[in-house]
């Protein structure tokens, strides 16, 4: 890459995870490296329209619920330069054209920072497939795999990775026939913990300490998905996530461990309450570090996923028992997040993470496009 890159950082989105979403583009793009590389801002406002440029960042910035660090006046200008906008078409009146084959028209490389469905459940690859525009993180099947926590336990547990016991639930199941739900799921004892099956970012779920609380908490996750899961509690466990980089040669950094400042770690707790530890590294054996880098690595594989994803563990205090609990394909990358963390702390810096990022989109599209389309 002996010249600038123009990258196209996505943000925002139509999924629940709209504002955190914008607190990980902010991070990106004040500091991918303005020497390599040009940046576009493409904003996805919450209801589907487009917006590049100029427009986007402040537009999508004001309405969110989240710290964004500081004001529009703060952001480099490159970031809101209109000079920005040539990937967008003006239509008379001033209008934005907003098909995606305009605001991608001029782009190099599109970076996705768009956390939970519609941006990281494989649409948005999809669309950007079609476009023939290299693009960070993994690929349409496997970003869609891993988005879903139904299907992706099924494929790790195929492959060998240890996972808790869970049960699938269907809304219309829950619907139809509450009672014997519930029954199913008490099966696995108490606690359990509830979730939308394709959300992320600790969205909609719940810690359920017993059969009292199960009903609201399944509620709650099937406000925002048709399908839900429930996962048996790990007794004590410790929270350690693996970051994991590359794409047909995969490296995990150092484990980190999270010690969140509430019962478990929640959307608060991630984005907004600042009192949660990170520990890097994790306080761990040599042996078990080890064993937790190489399960990492072999759901990453499994999963066949590339450029980047995080990797997080459950493993019950004072034991030896390691339990996969899910991978995230567009981690978090706000200055708190855990993913740039340990990679900073394995030795490869926040910038030079993202230019990483880049080259592996790059490559990634280079080595697919030797692949025939034709007989």
């Given at each position: 890459?002996s010249?600038?890159?123009?990258?196209?950082?996505?943000?925002?989105?139509?999924?629940?995870?709209?504002?955190?979403?914008?607190?990980?583009?902010y991070?990106?793009m004040?500091?991918?490296?303005?020497?390599?590389?040009?940046?576009?801002?493409?904003?996805?406002?919450?209801?589907?329209?487009?917006?590049?440029?100029?427009?986007?960042?402040?537009?999508l910035?004001?309405?969110?619920?989240?710290?964004?660090?500081p004001?529009?006046?703060?952001?480099p200008?490159?970031?809101?330069?209109?000079?920005?906008?040539?990937?967008?078409?003006?239509?008379?009146?001033?209008?934005?054209?907003?098909?995606?084959?305009?605001?991608?028209?001029?782009?190099d490389?599109?970076?996705?920072?768009?956390?939970?469905?519609?941006?990281?459940?494989?649409?948005?690859?999809?669309?950007?497939?079609?476009?023939?525009?290299?693009?960070?993180?993994?690929?349409?099947?496997a970003?869609?795999?891993?988005?879903?926590?139904?299907?992706?336990?099924r494929?790790?547990?195929s492959?060998?990775?240890?996972?808790?016991?869970?049960?699938?639930?269907?809304?219309?199941?829950?619907?139809?026939?509450?009672?014997?739900?519930?029954?199913?799921?008490a099966?696995?004892?108490?606690?359990?913990?509830?979730?939308?099956?394709?959300?992320?970012?600790?969205?909609?779920?719940?810690?359920?300490?017993?059969?009292?609380?199960?009903?609201?908490?399944l509620?709650?996750?099937?406000?925002?998905?048709?399908?839900?899961?429930v996962?048996?509690?790990?007794?004590?466990?410790?929270?350690?996530?693996?970051?994991?980089?590359?794409?047909?040669?995969p490296q995990?950094?150092?484990?980190?461990?999270?010690?969140?400042?509430?019962?478990f770690?929640?959307?608060?707790?991630?984005?907004?309450?600042?009192?949660?530890?990170?520990?890097?590294?994790?306080?761990?054996?040599?042996?078990?570090?080890?064993?937790?880098?190489?399960?990492?690595?072999?759901?990453?594989?499994?999963?066949?996923?590339?450029?980047?994803?995080?990797?997080?563990?459950?493993?019950?205090?004072?034991?030896?028992?390691?339990?996969?609990?899910?991978?995230?394909?567009?981690?978090?990358?706000?200055?708190?997040?855990?993913?740039?963390?340990?990679?900073?702390?394995?030795?490869?810096s926040?910038?030079?993470?993202?230019?990483?990022?880049?080259?592996?989109?790059?490559?990634?599209?280079?080595?697919?496009?030797?692949?025939?389309?034709?007989?």
């Amino acid at each position: 890459m002996s010249q600038r890159i123009r990258v196209g950082v996505m943000f925002g989105g139509r999924s629940g995870e709209h504002e955190v979403s914008l607190a990980s583009a902010y991070s990106v793009m004040t500091h991918l490296d303005p020497a390599r590389f040009d940046v576009v801002p493409i904003g996805i406002a919450k209801d589907g329209r487009w917006l590049a440029g100029g427009e986007a960042w402040p537009q999508l910035r004001a309405d969110a619920r989240i710290a964004l660090g500081p004001s529009d006046a703060d952001v480099p200008r490159g970031l809101l330069d209109e000079t920005n906008a040539g990937a967008l078409t003006r239509l008379p009146g001033g209008a934005l054209e907003t098909r995606p084959a305009a605001v991608l028209g001029q782009i190099d490389v599109v970076f996705p920072v768009l956390h939970g469905t519609n941006g990281e459940d494989g649409t948005m690859q999809g669309l950007l497939e079609l476009a023939d525009l290299p693009y960070v993180g993994p690929g349409v099947a496997a970003s869609a795999l891993a988005m879903d926590k139904v299907q992706s336990k099924r494929v790790l547990e195929s492959a060998g990775i240890p996972q808790c016991d869970w049960r699938e639930v269907r809304r219309c199941d829950l619907e139809r026939d509450p009672e014997r739900v519930l029954a199913t799921c008490a099966e696995m004892g108490w606690p359990v913990f509830v979730k939308p099956a394709n959300l992320g970012s600790s969205v909609g779920i719940s810690k359920v300490h017993g059969p009292d609380e199960l009903p609201a908490a399944l509620a709650l996750a099937a406000r925002f998905d048709r399908r839900l899961i429930v996962e048996a509690g790990v007794p004590d466990a410790r929270e350690i996530e693996v970051a994991v980089l590359g794409n047909d040669e995969p490296q995990a950094s150092v484990a980190g461990e999270v010690v969140p400042c509430e019962e478990f770690y929640s959307y608060e707790a991630k984005y907004i309450n600042p009192d949660s530890e990170l520990m890097i590294p994790a306080p761990l054996s040599e042996a078990m570090a080890q064993r937790i880098g190489e399960l990492a690595i072999a759901a990453y594989r499994a999963l066949d996923l590339a450029g980047l994803s995080r990797v997080d563990f459950l493993v019950p205090r004072g034991t030896e028992e390691i339990y996969l609990n899910e991978v995230n394909t567009i981690p978090g990358f706000t200055p708190i997040s855990m993913y740039p963390k340990l990679w900073a702390a394995s030795g490869l810096s926040y910038d030079d993470l993202l230019a990483r990022l880049v080259e592996l989109a790059v490559e990634r599209h280079r080595d697919k496009s030797r692949s025939a389309t034709s007989i």
